[in-house]
Nanobody
Framework: QVQLVESGGGLVQPGGSLRLSCAAS????????MGWYRQAPGKQRELVAT???????NNADSVKGRFTISRDNAKNTVYLQMNSLKPEDTAVYYC???????????WGQGTQVTVSS
């Protein structure tokens, strides 16, 4: 089992910034992928960004140039720096964790990000 603890969501004005954090604990392999997905009301959950322990990243086109994912392997923590936020970024953001080479996904409880003036 892997436990995920998220923090950093909130309300921000358009053009503002937020930083999300997600710390993993439990049965963690030496290699894994962590990242963020989001789900807006009435929409499917979608990829935002992921990063592996080797540093490989995968980012949604909608956030490229605005969001940056990073990780601290020693702390088993992933960060999502969100800049130039737009109202369409409003969603519940979920932390995701997958040990490599398994195919089982662990999910955080979700943190609300609201971009509104």
């Amino acid at each position: 089992q892997v436990q995920l603890v998220e923090s950093g969501g909130g309300l921000v004005q358009p053009g503002g910034s937020l930083r999300l954090s997600c710390a993993a604990s439990g049965s963690i392999f030496s290699a894994y992928t962590m990242g963020w997905y989001r789900q807006a009301p009435g929409k499917q959950r979608e990829l935002v960004a992921t990063i592996t322990t080797f540093g490989s990243t995968n980012n949604a086109d909608s956030v490229k140039g605005r969001f940056t994912i990073s990780r601290d392997n020693a702390k088993n923590t992933v960060y999502l720096q969100m800049n130039s936020l737009k109202p369409e970024d409003t969603a519940v953001y979920y932390c995701n964790f997958r040990n490599w080479p398994t195919s089982y996904d662990y999910w955080g409880q979700g943190t609300q990000v609201t971009v509104s003036s």
